[in-house]
């Protein structure tokens, strides 16, 4: 029961938290989010900080009044060459001296882009809270813990409802598919700005894997038309390629 609590509470904040950091990213409000983030975590124990990575991979926004850690910049290098995710990832454990174990987990915020969230949890706070608590007392601590955000979430739901249509379509999207924007029409000049931003940017998207798609084809057949064998390598020397030819006189299979 404890453990499917602290599940509950991962995949509630952080997907409360996602859904009210969403518009900001897309509106470019750097500052505005930068605040927002460091108040939920100043208002929340369990929550040790808050990124945010934009629709260009590039460091967005965080919680960090005194800036953004060295350790923490290497580890976004090393996500980000992973791709983009769809789904809430576990993606690091951190053992963080005078605060203990930090699960860092990341959630897309626009599927099929680099914008991501991502959120430190100390497990050992929520374990304690948990400890402590019995499982209905928990659950009313998870409401509590998400009390803030979704305020802050609600303030602006109204007052945006263009742009919360959007954001509706945006998260309907399915990865590889076209962008179809053709019910989103706003009256603002700038959501229109906005609409035609976004079409370009998935318009590009789509056309460099469908160019990168060929490129592979016509690179696989070539490979597989020449008599000798080929063996390609990546920078640390492990085996990313053969054809056939090398396959069948090495007796290996990728």
Known sequence: QQQQSQQLFTLALTQSL???????VILGQSTEL???????????????????IDMNGQLFAHSFPRGFPVFLHQAVKRQLSTGARNNLTLTKKYQIEGHGLVYEYTTPLINGLEAS???????????????KA???SFGISILLALFG????????????????????????????????LSKFKPNA????????????VFHARD??????????QNLNTTLNSIGDGVIATDELGLITRMNPIAEKLTGWTL
């Open 18 to 24: 996602a859904d009210a950091v969403t518009q900001n």
């Open 34 to 52: 930068s605040q927002l983030l460091e108040a939920t975590q100043s208002n929340n124990k369990s929550i040790e900080y808050l990124y945010v």
């Open 117 to 131: 969230l991502y959120i430190g949890l100390n497990q050992s706070e929520i374990t304690n809270n948990a400890n």
């Open 134 to 136: 019995s499982k209905a």
């Open 149 to 180: 955000t979704l305020i802050a979430w609600l303030a602006t739901r109204y007052a945006a409802k263009p742009l919360i249509k959007l954001l509706s379509i945006l998260k309907q999207h399915k990865t590889g598919e076209p962008l179809n």
């Open 189 to 200: 000049p700038e959501l229109a700005q906005l609409k035609a931003t976004l079409t370009s």
């Open 207 to 216: 056309t460099a894997e469908h160019e990168l798609k060929e490129r592979e």
